[in-house]
């Protein structure tokens, strides 16, 4: 079946500097979308991605999906306290559900 | 987010003993999901519905069952509860198969 794999599973950074999350799908994609998790929290959807090569901007996030459609990331510029949290990708293929990867668990320190 | 609710929102039980978990909705949304989220598993799927009374197994299905009366409600059952069944349990709805929101999840203890 498919799946998605995400990289790394914890980061830990100090304030300010970036952070970047990886995702890879054993199969082509139709779609990739990102979801945000805050500590006790529920996850949160923040963006999909449908083109090959596509690249969207969320202030200080910037998200990317691959030219084979098989892969993204994520990526956060000085990150901020309030970025702490748990980030998901999730992939679906045409007519099947989405498939979650593992998450990457990203710490901030003031 | 998309008026999703779940019941209990934290539950000790014992071994040996049945549990259910309701989760309800009120956008209307065709399909719902059960996962469960462990350390180092990320979201794994247990069940989903895709209509009334239509559902299917996920990846972790052993040990649940799930039923869907109503568009609104789906309910997810531990038969006979175990220690390894101790998670925090999501529900999720979606119009289509694509993107998903997530209700605020349950706590579950199986001691």
């Known amino acids: 079946g498919q799946q998605v794999m995400q990289i790394p599973q914890y980061q830990h950074v100090q304030e300010g500097e970036d952070f970047t999350t990886y995702c890879n799908s054993s199969?082509?994609?139709?779609?990739i979308q990102w979801y945000k998790q805050r500590p006790g929290g529920h996850p949160v959807f923040l963006i999909q991605?449908?083109?090959?090569?596509e690249v969207k901007k969320q202030k200080r996030l910037t998200f990317q999906f691959g030219e084979a459609k098989k892969n993204s990331s994520l990526h956060i510029t000085a990150t901020q306290t309030t970025d702490v949290g748990t980030y998901f990708c999730?992939?679906?293929?045409?007519?099947?559900?989405?498939?979650f990867g593992e998450g990457t668990q990203l710490t901030v320190n003031p | 987010d998309a008026g999703i609710t779940q019941s209990p929102r934290h539950k000790v039980t014992e071994t040996g003993t049945p549990v259910t978990l309701r989760c309800h909705q009120t956008?209307?949304?065709?399909?719902m999901y059960w996962y469960r989220q462990d350390p180092g598993h990320g979201l794994r799927l247990i069940h989903y519905?895709?209509?009334?009374?239509?559902?299917d197994k996920g990846e972790v299905s052993d040990g649940y069952s799930v039923s869907r009366s109503k568009t609104e409600d789906f309910l997810l059952t531990l038969e006979s509860a175990t220690s390894s069944q101790t998670s925090v349990y999501f529900c999720?709805?979606?119009?289509?198969?694509?993107?998903?929101?997530f209700g605020p999840g349950t706590r579950l203890l199986v001691l």
């Open positions: 999720a709805t979606s119009t289509s198969l694509e993107t998903q929101y």
């Open positions: 519905s895709y209509g009334v009374k239509d559902t």
């Open positions: 956008e209307n949304h065709r399909y």
């Open positions: 999730a992939g679906a293929t045409s007519g099947s559900r989405l498939t």
């Open positions: 991605l449908v083109k090959s090569g």
């Open positions: 199969t082509t994609l139709s779609n």
